[in-house]
Nanobody, 119 residues
Framework: QVQLVQSGGGLVQAGGSLRLSCAASGSISSINAMGWYRQVPGKERELVASITSRTNYADSVKGRFTISRDNAKKTVYLQMNSLKPEDTAVYYC???????????????WGTGTQVTVSS
């Protein structure tokens, strides 16, 4: 079974930093796009950043967040600097993965981790 396992959430003061990690596990043939989303209660889940051969960021986090990946470790990271209270949300990782024994990619979600930024 393919899974995305997240770590790195927590509570920080405004202006602080956090690093989120998300590692894919299971019988995996390949991983294409990986990304991070966030969601607050009553709002739709929104894309924060994604990475293939290029990176893409939401306007609200450009210049503050950096997405990266380590293909050998099958892990995607989100380095979050200069955090603001409005960054408070549950952060979910996401990936397009082709498992062994399957001929196409499927989209997977992590279970989410809380990031809280205090003012």
């Amino acid at each position: 079974q393919v899974q995305l396992v997240q770590s790195g959430g927590g509570l920080v003061q405004a202006g602080g930093s956090l690093r989120l990690s998300c590692a894919a596990s299971g019988s995996i043939s390949s991983i294409n796009a990986m990304g991070w989303y966030r969601q607050v209660p009553g709002k739709e889940r929104e894309l924060v950043a994604s990475i293939t051969s290029r990176t893409n960021y939401a306007d609200s986090v450009k210049g503050r967040f950096t997405i990266s990946r380590d293909n050998a470790k099958k892990t995607v990271y989100l380095q979050m600097n200069s955090l603001k209270p409005e960054d408070t949300a549950v952060y979910y990782c996401n990936a397009d993965i082709r498992p062994y024994y399957y001929s196409k990619e499927y989209n997977y979600w992590g279970t989410g981790t809380q990031v809280t930024v205090s003012s």
